[in-house]
């Protein structure tokens, strides 16, 4: 068995130790509810950059190790439910996922004295549709300091090019996680908006002056990079934008790379942290 520390421990001393924030917002009428997981600071007056975790349909798994880890390193991190599931109000569906972010984002940036955050280190990090709902938001205008986009789902490709995917995706919806006003609310939803949220659309609506960092997995049948993430890589990379590109050998939840994520996570974030300064400082 690897007995490798996973977490660092803050030291018993720490002035500031860490503490979870509850967060309960309005989104367009309705309450959504998340947390904040603040750092240990080890001086009264110093803040942190924020990472906002962005769970996938129907979210089950929240990435928790990752937001845990990367907290233990001195960053804060939220995550929350979107409208219409796992306890937050209204109605379900992938337009209101894209709203929600920009409605959170914007709530921990008002509140960022409260939270000991720094409001313009602020950055996304989404998990499949989670990632969908990260790039689209910033298309539409969102601003933030970096995303890191974990097998992020294409659900205009789905839709699109893909209907069979598309259909075995939205078959969730039968378990009742979701609040639904009619039954086919998902896929009218979709069929409105599909051709804007193709991946490979977004390109030139992306911000040219963040960093972009892309994870896959080689054995990913839910979100295989070859139509999730590299259609729209490589339109960046024309448009000349700071992107890269790390593919770990595993599928879509990355169930043993853990560690390696977790690591990886960090180390990118670190660089979009460095771009950042340097960019500031020029």
């Known amino acids: ?9 803050p030291a018993p001393d720490t002035p500031v130790m860490p ?3 509850p967060l309960i917002m309005d989104s367009h009428g309705s309450r959504i509810f998340g947390r904040l997981l603040r750092p240990a600071f080890y001086d009264e007056t110093s803040t942190a950059p924020v990472v906002l975790m962005l769970h996938g349909h129907p979210g089950g798994d929240r990435n928790l190790d990752i937001a845990a880890y990367l907290r233990a390193n001195g960053l804060a ?11 937050s109000q209204g109605d379900y569906c992938l337009s209101h996922n894209i709203e929600d972010v920009a409605t959170v ?3 921990i940036r008002e509140h960022a004295a409260q939270y000991r955050v720094d409001p313009n280190r602020f950055y996304l990090f989404g998990h499949s549709m989670g990632g969908f709902s990260a790039l689209n938001a910033m298309a539409a205008g969102l601003t933030v300091s970096g995303a890191i986009l974990l097998a992020p789902c294409d659900t205009g490709y789905k839709y699109l090019h893909a209907p069979k995917e598309f259909t075995s995706l939205m078959a969730c919806k039968a378990s009742g996680y979701f609040h639904l006003p009619a039954e086919d609310y998902l896929e009218t939803d979709a069929a409105q908006h599909a051709e804007e949220w193709y991946f490979p659309h977004l390109a030139e609506r992306l911000d040219a002056s963040i960093p972009y960092r892309f994870i896959g997995g080689a054995r990913d049948v839910t979100t295989p990079p070859r139509q999730h993430i590299l259609p729209l890589l490589e339109r960046l990379q024309a448009l000349g934008r700071d992107v890269r590109y790390t593919e770990l050998d595993d599928g879509h939840m990355f169930p043993v790379s853990r560690v390696r994520l977790a690591r990886l996570a960090l180390s990118l974030l670190s660089e979009m942290e460095a771009h950042n300064t340097n960019a500031t400082k020029g």
């Open 77 to 87: 991190v939220a995550y929350f439910s979107y409208r219409g599931i796992w306890g």
């Open 1 to 9: 068995m690897n007995t490798e520390l996973f977490f660092r421990d």
């Open 19 to 21: 503490f979870d924030e």
């Open 105 to 107: 984002t914007a709530y």
